[in-house]
């Protein structure tokens, strides 16, 4: 969970960068950025781990 705290952390750092050095963010733009890049592969790879566990936490319930 700390992990997933910590990408969102440098999410939000990114986010706040971006406002500041232009006044506003635009989307498309900030989808194409270096750190939306750096951001995305490991927040794919969590959510995706997090819902396999889940998986199988739900095929392991008694029936």
Not at 10 to 16: D, F, Q, S, T, Y
Not at 27 to 55: C, D, H, M, T, W
Request: proline letters at 5%.
């Amino acid at each position: 969970m700390e992990q997933l705290w910590d990408m969102f952390d440098e999410l939000l750092n990114a986010v706040i960068t971006a406002i500041s050095e232009s006044g506003t963010i635009d989307i498309r733009f900030f989808k194409i950025s270096p750190e939306y890049a750096y951001l995305e592969e490991p927040f794919e790879a969590s959510f995706l781990g997090n819902q396999f566990l889940v998986e199988i936490m739900l095929l392991n319930l008694p029936k």
